[in-house]
């Protein structure tokens, strides 16, 4: 991968590699690249991953290198595109025009509902970042382990592909033709709950008091800890205040038990036409919206779909033996 001179319109790449050593090849040279350049560079991937790169290219490559732990910040995917928003902020407001950042929201082990939600937030990087320019974001997918499926998704959410992570193989890219963001997930279904012991009751204004109470009793009963309990209360009372605020003054709440995550959903005949909506930190204004971003900082994944046919559904899962990252 080579510099060059200007300012380039936002690049979203999908590396596509085999083996550690190939990541290491690869993704070392983009990062030593950006720093002869004078470009900061963000690297987001496995703690494990982190402690080699930092072998090949310092702790911090002179202060232009920052590290984050991939599996921390990307617990919950719908919480990576604020961090990316946060890292290119911090650099325009120091008059950094051009940056770079790698990021590997995927690896082996994913469960098929994160899976799910990664690919969109990969589809989603096009849109929240489609008029920054100087950014070049790549994500390294790691085609020994990981399914054919997820490498065809990451075909189709990069507008450039490289296969291969040697030096050379990075210094061509192949554009995808005709790509186009894909918006389906917001309008695609969420598949219903295996399990039998589905609780689900209806409210309005002067019944969301019992969607709490029914949260409070279903989460003890199925063993979490008290602060993620209060975390799912406040969740779950945030998108039910939004579905009677802006869903037509009512919905329905499920909950339910899944390989160990408490699920709670709620559904509306609203209609939310921003797909970022959930992944925009709220400014000082707090008529503005804020429950779904509140949301994504209190659960282990959220998942929102919505279209004009069905309504809207917010689903949120908190793991019963797991502390928030």
């Not at 709670?264 to 707090?286: F, K, W």
């Amino acid at each position: 991968m080579t510099s060059g001179h200007g300012v380039r319109d936002f690049r979203h790449e999908a590396i596509l590699y085999e083996g550690e050593t190939e990541f290491l090849e690869g993704v070392a040279a983009f990062v030593i690249d950006g720093l002869a350049a004078g470009e900061p560079s963000l690297v987001m991937v496995s703690a494990e991953k982190i402690d080699a790169l930092r072998g090949r290219i310092g702790a911090d490559g002179d202060g232009l290198v920052e590290y984050r732990d991939m599996s921390v910040v990307g617990a919950n995917p719908a919480r990576i595109i604020p961090a990316w928003v946060a890292f290119a902020l911090a650099q325009e407001q120091r008059g950094v025009v051009r940056m770079r950042g790698v990021g590997e929201p995927i690896w082996p082990g994913r469960a098929a509902a994160q899976l799910e939600e990664c690919h969109w937030h990969e589809a989603l990087i096009n849109t929240a970042f489609a008029h920054l320019q100087g950014f070049w974001l790549v994500c390294p997918y790691d085609v020994a382990v990981l399914d054919p499926s997820v490498v065809r998704e990451a075909r189709q959410t990069h507008p450039l592909v490289s296969d291969g992570a040697a030096p050379e193989s990075l210094r061509v890219h192949s554009l995808v033709e005709e790509f186009v963001a894909p918006t389906f997930p917001l309008s695609s279904s969420l598949p219903q709950p295996d399990s039998a012991a589905v609780t689900e009751i209806a409210f309005d204004s002067g019944t969301a008091g019992e969607v709490r109470a029914l949260v409070a009793a279903e989460g003890a009963r199925a063993g979490l800890l008290r602060s993620r309990l209060e975390d799912l209360i406040l969740a779950v009372s945030e998108v039910a205040t939004n579905s009677i605020e802006h869903g037509g003054g009512r919905g329905v709440a499920r909950i339910w038990v899944d390989d160990g995550d408490v699920v709670c959903e709620v559904a509306d005949r609203g209609v939310i036409s921003d797909p970022l909506v959930d992944r925009r930190q709220p400014g000082a204004d707090l008529s503005g919206p804020r429950g779904l971003w509140t949301v994504n900082q209190l659960c282990d994944l959220v998942q929102v779909r919505s279209s004009r046919d069905t309504g809207s559904v917010v689903r949120v899962r908190v793991n019963a033996g797991r502390k928030l990252a």
